[in-house]
């Protein structure tokens, strides 16, 4: 992993997975949400590569 985050592994996920809680089923109004997964490999992609918010690739 040189110079280049893939994100998480499904074995370093499983060991993330159970610290969030249970994602609703339903929202009636706001945005939607967010897979914890995505948030966590995007934190972890601003503090590995130190790039900022607006440069996270899509």
Do not use: A, Q
């Amino acid at each position: 992993m040189t110079g280049r985050f893939e994100g998480l592994s499904h074995l370093e996920w499983s060991l993330f997975e159970d610290i969030f809680p249970k994602p609703p089923e339903k929202r009636e109004r706001g945005m939607p949400h967010s897979s914890f997964r995505y948030v966590l490999n995007t934190l972890l992609y601003i503090f590995i590569t130190g790039c900022r918010w607006c440069e996270v690739p899509k």
